[in-house]
């Protein structure tokens, strides 16, 4: 297994900073596309759909992502995606993990549920993008997740006593969820302060702060599809990436926190980088 981790990941980081750095706007919009339609294909599995709709819904998703990713888009438009995005992260999935509704009861319904979990994500990883630093602002916004995810692993390990959610994903501990926000703030302290906040204009601690809210966020998506698997009697989302699951257990966090970022950010270049401001 550890061989298999290794190997999948010394395939997929160089791909994916290949994508953030070298590929231009388009043509990363069209990778962006492609894993859509991987955890698309993984997300009717997970949520019981069927018929045509199921087998259609892998094309579908990213088809739906490219028409909204296109250049004519209005900023305003995206924004509100995004909007939507934080209003279900912050506000629906909490009250989903709290009563623990059975995904699969909707059937083709969570055609619509899933796009809502999708579509955001991928417009955050095109909007955070393309903007004057590239891929770095949303490496460092990616990041966010992959410290706090090492942190919070390897705090549980050495300290973890209370379970923090022991019917959905029993591995995890509150103690987890304390190193790893230790992590992500130290990782904000010390990394340039995302343009999206204003950059050398807002105090470090502010940085912070908004930095510790995307971790709490990031623990509510890897909740989220704990419990999607676990209601199903999955371990993974698929075999897709060998030794890593699917693309679904890759990205599960970052669902979660890419449109509040992208919220944020546009809300910045709006509202605040307006003309003769």
């Known amino acids: 297994m550890l061989k298999q981790r290794v190997l999948t990941a010394l395939v997929l980081i160089p791909l994916i900073l ?10 990363w919009t069209g990778f962006v596309a492609v894993i859509l339609g991987f955890a698309a ?28 990713a ?5 900023p305003f438009m995206l924004l509100g995606v995004m909007l939507a ?4 992260w912050g506000l629906v999935v909490p009250c989903w993990l709290r009563t623990k509704w059975r995904l699969a009861d909707g ?10 979990v999708l579509l955001p994500a991928g417009l955050a990883m095109v909007v955070l993008r393309d903007g004057s630093m590239g891929g770095w602002l949303l490496l460092i916004i990616m990041a966010i997740a992959w410290v706090a995810d090492t942190a919070a692993y390897f705090s549980g390990k050495a300290f973890g006593r209370r379970k923090l959610a022991p019917t959905i994903s029993p591995g995890k501990s509150w103690e ?25 204009s807002v105090a470090t601690w502010v940085w912070v702060a908004l930095a510790l809210l995307l971790t709490a966020l990031s623990v509510i998506g890897d909740l989220l599809e704990s419990l ?18 699917g693309v679904l257990d890759r990205i599960d966090s970052l669902l979660a926190i ?7 950010y546009l809300s910045y270049l709006l509202f605040y980088l307006v003309p003769g401001h």
């Open 70 to 74: 296109l250049p004519v888009s209005s």
């Open 18 to 27: 290949l994508g953030l750095f070298a590929l231009p706007q388009a043509a």
């Open 85 to 88: 995005g934080c209003v279900f």
């Open 41 to 68: 294909w993984e997300w009717q599995r997970l949520a019981g759909m069927h018929g045509l709709v199921a087998r259609l819904y892998p094309l579908l998703t990213p088809g739906l992502f490219l028409l909204l």
């Open 228 to 245: 999607f698997k676990r209601q199903i009697g999955l371990k993974d989302s698929s075999q897709l990436l060998p030794g890593h699951g």
């Open 258 to 264: 890419l449109p509040v970022a992208a919220a944020l």
């Open 107 to 116: 059937g083709n319904i969570n055609a619509l549920l899933g796009w809502a």
């Open 176 to 200: 987890g969820v304390v190193g790893g926000m230790a992590g992500v703030a130290i990782y904000a302290a010390v990394v340039p302060k995302a343009p999206f906040i204003g950059g050398d």
